[in-house]
C-alpha cells in the first residue's frame, strides 16, 4: 500500500490523525517529508504522534543523540502532538537520552512520552523517573486493549499511570463483542485526557465494522 492510500484510507475510516514510526518512514529527507507535510494536509490529518524505538544501548552515544534531534526536529516540522519513545521496560537506564529529549521537548513545546503497558506490572520505576525530572513535558505513553478490566492483574498500576499519560496506544486485535463498557476509558475520563488514542492493532483483514468501532470509540472517550 503506497503512503498516499494509507493516509487516504484514515480518513475513511473517520480518523483524525495518524501516528508515524519513524523506522517505518521510508525517508527521512527533507523532499519527502515535504511531501509527506503536503499529504497530511490535503486529508486533513494531524500527526498525533511520531514513535521511535530507543535503542537496545543505554549509553547516550554521539551517535544516539544525532539520531533522536533529528527526529525530535521531524516531529517538530510535522507539528506532532508527541513524540513517543517505544521499546525499554525500564527506562530508568535511559535517563540520560530522556533528559535529552526533554530538553528539546520543553524548547519546541512538545510533549515526550515514555511507553508502559501493563504486562510491566510494577510503574513505581516509570512514576518516580516521571517525579525526579517533575517536567510539564515528560509523561507517559499508555498501552491498552480492550480486555483490560477491573479485575486485571494490573489494573491498580494502570490506574496510577493514567494521570500521567500524554499519549495513548490502544491495540485491538480482533472486534469486541461491545465496547459499551471500557473502564479502562472511564479512568482516562477521571484524569480529563483530552489528547489523541493510537490504534497500534487492528483486526486483520479490516472490515467495515472499523468505521462502526471508531465512531463507538469516540463517543466512550
Known amino acids: 500500500m503506497s503512503l498516499a492510500t494509507f493516509l487516504a484510507s484514515l480518513r475513511v475510516l473517520g480518523l483524525d490523525g495518524v501516528e508515524l514510526a519513524s523506522e ?41 543523540r544525532t539520531m533522536l534531534e533529528r527526529l525530535m526536529r521531524i516531529a517538530r516540522q510535522l507539528n506532532a502532538h508527541t513524540f513517543c519513545l517505544l521499546g525499554a521496560s525500564d527506562w530508568r537506564p535511559f535517563r540520560l537520552l530522556i533528559a535529552f529529549a526533554n530538553e528539546f521537548g520543553e524548547r519546541w513545546d512538545l510533549p515526550v512520552a515514555l511507553a508502559w503497558s501493563p504486562e510491566q506490572n510494577d510503574p513505581e520505576p516509570l512514576l518516580q523517573l516521571l517525579d525526579d525530572f517533575n517536567s510539564p513535558y515528560l509523561g507517559a505513553c499508555l498501552m491498552l486493549t480492550p480486555d483490560v478490566q477491573p479485575d486485571h492483574p494490573a489494573w491498580q498500576a494502570i490506574a496510577l499511570v493514567a494521570p500521567f499519560a500524554v499519549h495513548v496506544h490502544l491495540a485491538i486485535p480482533q472486534m469486541p463483542r461491545s465496547l459499551a463498557w471500557f473502564p479502562a476509558f472511564a479512568l ?32 466512550l472517550l
Open 24 to 64: 517505518h518512514l521510508p525517508s527521512l529527507r527533507q523532499e519527502f517529508l515535504s511531501d509527506l507535510t503536503k499529504q497530511l494536509t490535503e486529508h486533513d490529518l494531524a500527526v498525533a504522534a511520531l514513535s521511535w524505538t530507543a535503542p537496545s544501548v543505554t549509553e547516550l552515544t554521539e551517535q544516539v
Open 188 to 219: 482516562l475520563q477521571e484524569c480529563e485526557y483530552a489528547r489523541y488514542i493510537s490504534l497500534t492493532r487492528l483486526p486483520d483483514p479490516p472490515d467495515q465494522s472499523l468505521v462502526t468501532l471508531v465512531s463507538s470509540l469516540r463517543q
